[in-house]
């Protein structure tokens, strides 16, 4: 096969439809990235019109521009979306667009569940919009505490629009983190080790690992606070054993690691564009890797820093304070391999170089004033002043929208395949660096001279009037600097003359390919023998084209793309990927009615939406496998391997794990927050606790752990070719499941006390839901399986659904276990 009839061939299997049919059943990696991106940048420009009127407010005192109701929806809307429906998204976006073409790949690992996140993302976003052009926008703050978010203050739809849009958001956040880190550890070219990947690879694998841990606590929070203003089920309640601090800690559980979430794909860009730029290598590549993985765990240790005037111990505080402090010390290694990295090199002063000096400068600063926060005394004097803001803005803006900028300008050859206007970049640069510098240099004055936050007017006696204006000044000018960034894109999109491939003369695997990248990125895959191919082999490009490297053929119209080992590289196995499908769509829809029914009050009406998900998640599933076992296959290159689905380890176990991972997360913020309750809530013990069901606790705890027997049984039986025994075995597996759900409700009816009545029964109840969820999951699991296996698409080769279904029973065992625990240990002991 010729390069042309090769490409027209993959462009047939890969390519998306023209015209509004393909818009909505896509799900091509780099459609799906655009549209995160463009939305994202949508969404910012939203959220920048709502600082501007910010500024507007507050560039003179005693202004009457807007009212004390509306500036409370102006500020938190401000806040969310930058940090839900900007920040968070736009990486997930160039990540879900770059990744592959730098990895060697064809595409990402679950290219369903990316469209389904996209459609999530914008729905969730669309929401949040309505809302705010309605005049019922969220007016707690983007932290929404309590109590100022609950029923009894916020009694209107606002504070519900924030807790059911952003868990929509959310979802999307989660299942973009379990994709990119699938991705990275599997969908890479043949040979590229984990030492041999790129810097900017490792940064969003090490930031996904961090979402998939930090996403669940806020998740959780949202979903008790709904139950709080849905039901009256008291948890965040000090009059019935609850506590606004929860809430606090649930947030900042999130919230923190949330500040290097979005940091480190920032950072990842600049750890790609500086070398590029400096013409020479990246200086401590393994020390950057460490200090990414110190900077993760220390970032989970740090949330209690945004909680020193809440009246937290001495101990404590001592203890935070200096974990606040020790962060700094991977970020400056970071910084100094930036600058040997320059110092080593050759750097050319081109504009993605611009926007990296800028955020040199910007994001110094904002890390010498996060250091001065860490401190307990000074934080007890600036907290909740706009030093605090001033900080915020120095260290997100610094730290994600400068590289943005940078890689924005690097990388828009590769999406448009044009090269860009001169001079019309370096003049928006200069009115952005400016502009945010006078904005937010000067809140550091107002803050220490004592302006507070979140604060609609002031009286000209003050002494805040100039540098107020100033500020307001400034952020206009860096507006304008905005304006003429998208006037300059757009220019280069349509009017720019056409870029050579590589512009940058680049060593990663993105420029091996044409510029636009085609569906399916690369005619063949590499074999990848160093940290830059394109250095070690300047022909990559046209031996790739010409199809000389592995999986140059076409086969039954399949999406091949290659799995190999997690660390070593070798080739592992092929994974053929699903085509293009309006399933991401409707499920999306369908999850939205759920959100909208909860948000209006149509709590019965949920269920039908609810019953609708798990029906299409059944649809999803089962449209995936074979009914016969395929064997070896031949890749090019003179070697076989098999494909996914007769292969350990296959994309969908890893997926499984890394979901399960993130639950797990869930329920020990779940039981954190029940213990939390149980030591610092005020009003406990409380009044009335647990009260007889020891029997069917009893039958519970037997029946998980028979559940979780039963479903390793069936397991095994299925990889010994037993199926019609397997199909018994998984049947009485179902059954011990609906024991385990009839004794939780046992538990809950006869044995707790109302949920309104105290913080204790709705936190105990919230553990029965949780772990009878878990057992309806294995219930479906095993009530799928044995479908499955009675159509044909399980065998001794293709067992990988007995595999995850086991997972599940047995996560469902384990956790039905702790529940009893959590249940029944504290009568116990008393």
Known sequence: MNTLHRHRALTAIWGTPKGWRGTISSVNHSD??????????????????????????????????????????????????????????????????????????????????????????????????????????????????????????????????????????????????IEITVSILKLRAPGMRLDRMPLFAWYLLITALMMIAAFPPLILGSILLEVERAFDWPFFDAARGGSALLWQHLFWLFGHPEVYIIFLPAAGVVSTVLPVMARAEILGYGWIVAALLALAFLSFGLW??????????????????????????????????????????????????????????????????????????????????????????????????????????????????RARVPRLGEAAFWLILVGFNITF??????????????????????????????????????????????????????????????????????????????????????????????????????????????????RHGWRETMAVDTTSGAIDHVIILPGNSRLPLITAVVTGGFFLSLLFGYYWFALLPLAGVTALAWRWLWVLGARSDVGMVSIGCGQTAPIHREAGGAPGWWGSSLLLVADGTFFTSLVFG???????????????????????????AVAALGGTILAYRAHTTVRTGALAAAKRVVLLAGGAQVIVIAALIAIGVTALPLPTSHAYAAASWALIIYAGFHAFLALFGAAFLHARIGAGYVSVARSQEATIAQMFAAYAGAVTILVLLCLFLPEMLA
Request: glycine share 10%; net charge neutral; with cysteine.
């Open 441 to 554: 240099f000067l809140m550091h004055l107002t803050g220490l001279l004592g302006m507070p936050r979140r604060i609609y007017s002031y009286t000209d006696d003050m002494g805040w009037t100039w540098l107020n204006l100033l500020s307001s000044v400034g952020s206009f000018i860096m507006a304008f600097g905005f304006a003429l960034f998208a006037i300059d894109v757009l220019l280069q999109i349509f009017l720019a003359r056409r870029s050579r491939r590589n512009p940058w003369g680049a060593g990663t695997l993105e420029w091996a390919m044409p510029i636009p990248a085609t569906a399916y990125n690369i005619a063949s895959l590499p074999q990848v023998e160093g940290r830059e191919p394109l250095r070690d082999d300047p022909e990559l490009a046209l031996k790739l084209a010409r199809g000389e490297g592995y999986l140059a053929e076409i």
């Open 32 to 177: 799906i990235g655009r549209r995160f991106i463009l939305a994202a940048f949508a969404f910012f420009a939203i959220g920048g019109v709502l600082a501007m009127l910010i500024r507007a407010q507050l560039a003179t005192p005693d202004s009457a521009f807007v009212g004390p109701a509306i500036y409370n929806q102006l500020f938190t809307m401000h806040g969310s979306i930058m940090m839900f429906l900007f920040a968070i998204p736009m990486f997930e976006g160039l990540a879900l667009y770059m990744l592959p073409k730098m990895l060697g790949s064809r595409d990402m690992a679950f290219p369903r569940l990316s469209a389904y996140g996209w459609w999530c993302y914008l729905f969730g976003g669309t929401i949040l919009i309505a809302a705010l052009a309605f005049g019922v926008a969220p007016d707690g703050g983007w932290f929404m505490y309590t109590p100022l978010s609950s029923k009894a203050y916020t009694p209107g739809i606002n504070a519900d629009v924030w807790l059911l849009g952003i868990t929509f958001v959310e979802i999307s956040a989660v299942a973009a983190a």
């Open 674 to 700: 029940y213990a939390f309750l149980w030591v610092i809530a005020p009003n406990w013990p409380p009044p009335a606790q647990m009260d007889g069901g020891v029997l069917p606790g009893m039958i519970a």
């Open 304 to 417: 209690v820093h945004h909680m020193f005037t809440t009246g937290i111990p001495h101990m404590a505080l001592g203890f935070f304070s200096a974990a606040s402090a020790l962060v700094a010390v991977p970020t400056a290694i970071q910084i100094f391999a930036w600058i040997g990295t320059l110092w080593s090199g050759r750097p050319e002063c081109k504009l993605p170089m611009l926007y990296l000096l800028g955020f040199f400068l910007v994001f110094v600063l904002g890390g010498m004033t996060g250091v001065m926060l860490a401190m307990v005394p000074f934080d007890w004097q600036a907290h909740d002043s706009y030093f605090v803001v001033a900080h915020l803005h120095y260290v997100l803006v610094g730290g994600f929208i400068f590289p943005m900028l940078a890689g924005a300008y690097y990388w828009l050859p590769h999406f448009t395949g």
